[in-house]
């Protein structure tokens, strides 16, 4: 969404409401499943624009472990110095990208942007529980549903060391 600024750029007011919507995108395999709502403001400080968002959406997808369906609601905050274009040169951009937000024109488009941050604020990987103990290797039953009953002592004894270590730990 195109915001214009201009009005907060030629003095007439020091506060601008952010509100609109993404379109649902796909992010790190998991999908979305409601509109990526953006809430929040750019406040004028004496001439130093400040932009504080509020990012929510629900997603559904499928823990990386055990692949039962996972789903649930992110938030994230998303808050960036806004400058005009030419205010920064070249190099100060190039390092810290993920600190402005560059209007053109008088205007800010941050949908890119904001796409991008959010991709990589999202896990890399969803997990039905952070100590999910993923499938039986050989009958691939989820193990959090108990005992398949599958032999599994014939193993590879490259795991042995660590295996004796976690039940040392006990
Ligand atoms: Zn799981
Ligand atoms: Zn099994």
Redesign the pocket.
Known sequence: MKLDVRPMLRGECDRIEVDFELLPFEINGASIDSNVKVLGDIVDTAGYMRLSLSVSFDYSGECARCLTPVNGRYETEFVRTVVSEGTLSEEQLEEDIDEYVVLENGVMDIDEQLREELILDFPMRLLCSEDCPG???????P?REG????D?TERDPRWDVLRNYFSEEK
């Open positions: 499938l039986c290797p050989k009958c691939g039953k193990r005992d398949c009953g599958c599994l």
